[in-house]
């Protein structure tokens, strides 16, 4: 089978989606024998490089404006590809299902390309699922958008998965949900192992000492909630002194949580970082004592599931996909907008070597048994089989 993904941002881009579209479009290439593009934007990282081949995917990318400074409810960077269905008609009109990845950038002119030029099948995985409790703009943006341009993209695709069961019951109108299924995201548990250890993480991040370290992963925007985890480790710092915070991201938010940290006393404890080579990332992990992730908001939560392949004990919040990747066997869930309740749990867990050992271990049998891509891999194969 030959599927087109479309997603406006890809490799050496790596976030969320990114990754997904990678780790399982590599395994259906090697493991099921699909034939895979990728239809993407020029970004500055990929220096101008047309077309490429990474691990099995025919990447191709399209001229477009780079946007980096955007309004809050569109979380940067952003493309603008003006030939993209022109591209999309006239050169990669030959596969068997176009997978959208980012129902916020495609537009009519794209649905219309697939099913009324091309005449063929088209898949949407919703990874942002509806937002909610976010921020005032945020939510009502994003609902406008969903009830209007979205609504027509869902009524256009002949099929929709979703990464939680949480984001296809906020995102998707119910009378389109028998066309649904969760399809959840993953980790390469082999990769992201705790048998890899965590050489130099310490002194690359200028810890010297052996305290305990609390670590985050994830865009610096309001979404992420890091000024919470902040406040809450303010608190930690109270009973355990050589305590350490690593966020591991980058975003507009980096000089607000950096003067955040200094007017909580607590900016010599406070290390932001970006730029990890994805093989050394799994370290990073494995030198934390807690993964912690008090968003406002996930549809699901990628780095949760990193984190829990390097058998992490994790604290969250209860919200969206996040309740249903983390068990209460491997980690514990606070509400969100409350970083007294973050602190709290925090402690207890690091106050209890025994209880952060049986988390850990029960995070990684369920990273195994349940989100390893290979299994996801399965799933994405199941849903394109089921379209022809």
């Given at each position: 089978?030959?599927?087109?993904?479309?997603?406006?941002?890809?490799?050496?881009?790596?976030?969320?989606?990114?990754?997904?579209?990678?780790?399982?479009?590599?395994?259906?290439?090697?493991?099921?024998?699909?034939?895979?593009?990728?239809?993407?934007?020029?970004?500055?990282?990929?220096?101008?490089?047309?077309?490429?081949?990474?691990?099995?995917?025919?990447?191709?990318?399209?001229?477009?404006?780079?946007?980096?400074?955007?309004?809050?409810?569109?979380?940067?960077?952003?493309?603008?590809?003006?030939?993209?269905?022109?591209?999309?008609?006239?050169?990669?009109?030959?596969?068997?299902v176009y997978h959208i990845h980012?129902?916020?950038?495609?537009?009519?002119?794209?649905?219309?390309?697939?099913?009324?030029?091309?005449r063929k099948k088209l898949m949407?995985?919703?990874?942002?699922?509806?937002?909610?409790?976010?921020?005032?703009?945020?939510?009502?943006?994003?609902?406008?958008?969903?009830?209007?341009?979205?609504?027509?993209?869902?009524?256009?695709?002949?099929?929709?998965?979703?990464?939680?069961?949480?984001?296809?019951?906020?995102?998707?109108?119910?009378?389109?949900?028998?066309?649904?299924?969760?399809?959840?995201?993953?980790?390469?548990?082999?990769?992201?192992?705790?048998?890899?250890?965590?050489?130099?993480?310490?002194?690359?991040?200028?810890?010297?000492?052996?305290?305990?370290?609390?670590?985050?992963?994830?865009?610096?925007?309001?979404?992420?909630?890091?000024?919470?985890?902040?406040?809450?480790?303010?608190?930690?710092?109270?009973?355990?002194?050589?305590?350490?915070?690593?966020?591991?991201?980058?975003?507009?938010?980096?000089?607000?949580?950096?003067?955040?940290?200094?007017?909580?006393?607590?900016?010599?404890?406070?290390?932001?970082?970006?730029?990890?080579?994805?093989?050394?990332?799994?370290?990073?992990?494995?030198?934390?004592?807690?993964?912690?992730?008090?968003?406002?908001?996930?549809?699901?939560?990628?780095?949760?599931?990193?984190?829990?392949?390097?058998?992490?004990?994790?604290?969250?919040?209860?919200?969206?996909?996040?309740?249903?990747?983390?068990?209460?066997?491997?980690?514990?869930?606070?509400?969100?907008?409350?970083?007294?309740?973050?602190?709290?749990?925090?402690?207890?867990?690091?106050?209890?070597?025994?209880?952060?050992?049986?988390?850990?271990?029960?995070?990684?049998?369920?990273?195994?048994?349940?989100?390893?891509?290979?299994?996801?891999?399965?799933?994405?194969?199941?849903?394109?089989?089921?379209?022809?």
């Open positions: 089978m030959k599927v087109c993904m479309l997603d406006p941002l890809f490799y050496p881009y790596f976030g969320g989606t990114e990754k997904v579209v990678l780790e399982v479009g590599s395994r259906l290439v090697r493991d099921h024998g699909y034939e895979i593009e990728v239809l993407t934007s020029m970004i500055p990282q990929a220096r101008g490089v047309k077309r490429e081949d990474i691990r099995g995917l025919h990447v191709h990318r399209t001229p477009s404006i780079y946007l980096e400074r955007l309004p809050s409810f569109l979380p940067p960077p952003f493309t603008i590809s003006p030939v993209l269905n022109w591209h999309l008609v006239l050169s990669h009109g030959r596969a068997d980012n129902r916020f950038w495609y537009q009519w002119g794209t649905l219309a390309s697939v099913k009324m030029l091309l949407l995985t919703i990874h942002n699922a509806r937002p909610t409790g976010i921020a005032r703009d945020v939510d009502f943006w994003g609902g406008f958008y969903d009830d209007t341009f979205g609504r027509l993209m869902f009524d256009a695709c002949d099929r929709i998965n979703c990464v939680s069961r949480a984001a296809l019951e906020a995102t998707v109108p119910e009378d389109l949900r028998a066309k649904c299924a969760v399809v959840y995201n993953g980790v390469d548990t082999d990769l992201f192992s705790p048998e890899r250890g965590s050489a130099g993480v310490r002194e690359s991040l200028g810890i010297r000492d052996s305290g305990p370290i609390i670590m985050s992963n994830g865009r610096l925007i309001t979404q992420k909630a890091f000024s919470h985890l902040l406040e809450a480790f303010a608190g930690v710092k109270r009973e355990f002194k050589d305590a350490h915070l690593v966020i591991v991201g980058k975003g507009p938010l980096k000089e607000e949580l950096t003067r955040q940290a200094s007017d909580l006393g607590i900016l010599d404890s406070f290390v932001i970082t970006t730029g990890i080579p994805e093989d050394r990332l799994p370290l990073f992990y494995n030198a934390a004592d807690i993964f912690a992730l008090p968003s406002l908001y996930e549809a699901f939560g990628v780095v949760l599931c990193e984190a829990l392949a390097c058998g992490k004990p994790i604290v969250a919040t209860a919200v969206g996909g996040i309740r249903e990747i983390v068990s209460e066997e491997c980690g514990m869930l606070v509400e969100p907008r409350d970083p007294a309740a973050l602190e709290k749990t925090l402690l207890l867990l690091l106050g209890d070597d025994a209880l952060r050992k049986a988390l850990g271990a029960a995070s990684r049998k369920r990273a195994v048994e349940k989100f390893d891509w290979s299994i996801i891999a399965k799933d994405w194969d199941k849903s394109y089989k089921a379209l022809s």
